[in-house]
């Protein structure tokens, strides 16, 4: 999976600062001791409320929206620690497929700003030196949020924005021109063959197929995407479609007729 | 939990003084959608993305009350600093929430969700619930407003 290359800050000592300083909001210890005392004070208080809950309440001065914010808090940890112990199997290791069937907003970069001509907007500097980050097998804590440290960095690793434009302008030319969209997503598929998003090209060029009617080839496409990505979300509906519209065909194939 | 939601509200343009209320709706979400959580993404990427909705909400209320979402930034630990480099943490953090503002929210949100709180792209992806290059495409469409901003914002010899 390749990895956008970093922020480049090197111009900009403010920019870094904040970015620090952002990151390290996390250690607020403000916030973070408010709201752990503020949670960490419901499972004292009686259950069934009454001169108990009042009293402690009057004692820490705290009022109805802390008492909201320590309620649903530790019911939300519960829920949360439930949760994860009964579902042992984390989508931690899971492909990390993402589905391509959501209209991006208008807000994206124009493609023709990233077009072969014009640089894309991505202004990080091609990084020389590629230092992946190490991916650890162990699952992240499961609920230490008083521990949970700011991530490191990302490993620099460009993405060719050359890629992502082209697979934006395919987007793009969906609804309009599935036909377009096609062609340019063969030529994605031809320029990039290893790139970065091979399961939403195929998933734009399974929607261009369908939309053009050629519901074949759209079905041959969608078996073969499923086949190379079993955990992509949208290998699941893609399987519902499949299996609706080959059994309405083989119903439509081997359905008697009605006796006159 | 509770830690990293409130690292990102704030610099998803939520008042201080509404953290606790945001909080506790994105609290109350995370609750609610738990049982439905089907476990495609990660629970912090998920919990993430109610963030960011909950986070959306919030803005189209202020902007409906017509008030300005930012104010001035969160204190930060690191006592051990001196208060000159405290100020100057703080001002460009402040610079920053300021430029954020600027931005559209997807676009602020694949910001932060990258730049500051450390997901991967397809983690950005799945929280914003949106293909990974529409992902890209607003964080670099971020990373040049942020940077050409603040280098205005804050000419570099005043940090």
New interface residues.
């Given amino acids: 999976?390749k990895?956008?290359a970093p922020?480049?800050?090197s111009?900009?000592?403010?920019?870094q600062?904040?970015?620090?300083?952002?990151?390290?909001?996390?250690?607020?210890?403000?916030?973070?001791q408010r709201?752990?005392a503020k949670?960490g004070e419901l499972p004292a208080v009686p259950p069934s409320g009454g001169a108990g809950l009042s009293g402690g309440l009057r004692a820490t001065g705290l009022g109805v929206?802390?008492i909201?914010?320590a309620a649903?808090?530790v019911?939300?940890?519960a829920?949360?620690i439930a949760?994860?112990q009964r579902?042992p199997?984390?989508?931690?290791a899971?492909a990390?497929?993402?589905?391509?069937?959501?209209a991006?907003?208008p807000?994206?970069?124009a493609p023709a700003s990233a077009s072969p001509a014009t640089p894309?907007?991505?202004?990080?500097p091609v990084t020389p030196v590629v230092t992946p980050r190490p991916k650890t097998a162990a699952p992240?804590p499961k609920?230490a949020?008083?521990a949970?440290a700011?991530?490191?960095?990302?490993a620099p690793e460009p993405?060719a924005?050359k890629e992502?434009a082209l697979?934006?302008s395919a987007?793009d030319a969906l609804e309009a021109s599935p036909q377009r969209a096609l062609g340019l997503l063969d030529e994605h598929a031809r320029v990039h063959p290893n790139g970065?998003?091979a399961?939403?090209r195929e998933s734009l060029a399974i929607d261009a197929l369908r939309k053009l009617g050629r519901t074949s080839a759209a079905q041959a496409r969608a078996r073969a995407f499923i086949a190379r990505f079993p955990n992509a979300?949208s290998a699941k509906p893609l399987q519902r479609w499949l299996d609706e519209s080959v059994g309405s065909d083989h119903k439509h194939v081997t359905q008697p007729l009605p006796k006159p | 939990?509770?830690?990293?939601v409130?690292?990102v509200l704030?610099?998803m343009g939520v008042r201080e003084a509404d953290?606790?209320?945001v909080?506790?709706e994105v609290?109350?979400a995370?609750?609610r959608g738990?049982?439905a959580?089907e476990?495609?993404?990660?629970?912090?990427t998920w919990i993430y993305g109610i963030c960011i909705r909950t986070c959306s909400n919030y803005r189209r209320r202020a902007h409906r009350k017509h008030e300005q979402v930012t104010e001035a930034?969160?204190?930060?630990?690191?006592a051990a600093e001196g208060p000159e480099r405290r100020a100057?943490?703080?001002q460009?953090?402040t610079?920053?929430d300021r430029v954020l503002e600027e931005l559209?929210l997807?676009?602020r949100s694949a910001f932060v969700l990258?730049?500051?709180?450390?997901?991967?792209?397809?983690?950005v992806?799945?929280a914003l619930?949106?293909?990974?290059?529409?992902a890209?495409?607003?964080?670099?469409?971020a990373?040049?407003h942020?940077?050409s901003a603040?280098?205005s914002l804050?000419p570099?010899g005043?940090?």
């Fill in positions: 999976m990895k956008p922020l480049d800050t111009g900009s000592p403010a920019l600062r904040a970015l620090d300083e952002a990151r390290g909001a996390l250690g607020s210890e403000h916030d973070v709201l752990r949670l929206k802390a909201g914010v649903v808090g019911l939300l940890i829920a949360v949760f994860v579902t199997s984390t989508p931690h899971r990390p497929e993402i589905a391509a069937t959501v991006p907003p807000e994206v970069i894309a907007p991505a202004i990080e992240r609920l949020p008083a949970q700011p991530e490191a960095p990302r993405v924005p992502l697979l934006m987007q970065s998003f399961i939403e979300p | 939990m509770a830690p990293y409130l690292r704030p610099r953290v606790d209320d909080a506790q609290f109350l995370v609750h738990l049982a959580f476990g495609r993404s990660q629970l912090r930034p969160v204190q930060n630990a690191s100057q943490a703080r460009a953090l610079a920053l559209s997807p676009q990258h730049e500051i709180e450390g997901l991967d792209m397809h983690e992806a799945r619930d949106c293909p990974k290059f529409t890209y495409a607003r964080l670099y469409a990373r040049k942020v940077t603040l280098r804050l570099d005043e940090l």
